[in-house]
């Protein structure tokens, strides 16, 4: 079967940690420039209209995707839910919690790549179903990239409660789901 797809790549940098397994040298904030690829479909593939010729323009497509990573992922630090420097953040430095992407367990790059996916969803979503997304690929570094097809679902944490409790089912800027935090 044929597939007519619109693909786009932003940049972004980042830190985190990780402590749940990983190597000591991960236990440690660090950070990444990290690169994100979208690849999106017509949800109902349709003839190209004769004229305009495009499923939807590019920039419509695009835009509101590159503004959240611009605005909300772009110089975030990643955090682990369970991590004691969260509790820090609240306590000592509440004004840049808005700038934590909290994560159910360890930020990984696979598990980055579900919630990033799974946000993509809800804004096409609630941008109409037009574009459906068929892939991610995250970019941690050049030798480290994980690439996810498909629904995030089987990939994404157990959660209880309905999907728009999570941040990342929200078609909002939202990075977390701390009070207060957008």
Known sequence: ????????TRR?????????????RCAVPH???????VTLQACT???????????VPFAEAKTRWHDFIDTRLDHAFQIS???PLLAWFIENEPARTDRLVVTPGDPTTELMAALLYAKLQAFLHEDGDILCCTSLTLEETP???????????AYLPSTS????????????????DLAGTS
């Open 31 to 37: 950070g990444h420039n990290e690169f994100v690829t």
């Open 161 to 176: 409660g309905p999907p728009e409790k999570y941040w990342w089912h929200r078609a909002d800027l939202s990075l977390s």
């Open 45 to 55: 593939p349709a003839r190209l209209d004769g004229k305009c010729n495009m499923v």
């Open 81 to 83: 839910s369970s991590d």
């Open 1 to 8: 079967m044929s597939a007519l797809e619109l693909s786009f």
């Open 12 to 24: 972004f940098s980042m830190g985190h940690r990780l402590i749940a397994g990983s190597s000591e």
């Open 143 to 153: 030798t480290n990239t994980v690439r996810l097809t498909g629904s995030p679902d």
